[in-house]
């Protein structure tokens, strides 16, 4: 069996992969310790022109985690209007965001006290 940790690091690097093929723009992870966040250890953030740009990202990191990593997601919403697409890897959270929408929401700055790392 794999190290946990090895496992999470493969999945980042995947879905950071995976956004870059579809032109994501603005790619950010936001490391969370233990006393910061319960819900995960990483948000994955990135921004897309527009709602087709959006489900062409969100497509790419689901296929290409299904097909290397043989894991689905165990929650995805806002797919239907695709403004703020969530996908949920349970120590992954992915977040793919029409520009406008993640200006407003600000994830980042929600989460300032976290590791933020660009890409």
């Not at 929650?75 to 029409?98: C, K, P, R, S």
């Amino acid at each position: 069996m794999q190290n946990p940790d090895i496992i999470i690091e493969k999945l980042l690097k995947t879905v950071i992969q995976s956004i870059e093929d579809k032109k994501g723009n603005n790619i950010v992870s936001l490391e969370f310790t233990p006393e910061q966040s319960s819900i995960c250890e990483y948000f994955v953030v990135c921004d897309a022109e527009s709602e087709r740009q959006v489900k062409a990202i969100t497509k790419s990191v689901h296929e290409t985690i299904q097909l290397e990593m043989k894991m689905k997601p165990t929650n995805m919403e806002g797919l239907d209007t695709a403004n703020w697409v969530l996908l949920d890897y349970f120590d992954i959270i992915v977040h793919i965001f029409q520009r406008e929408s993640r200006d407003f929401y600000g994830l980042e700055k929600l989460w300032a006290d976290a590791k933020i790392t660009n890409y």
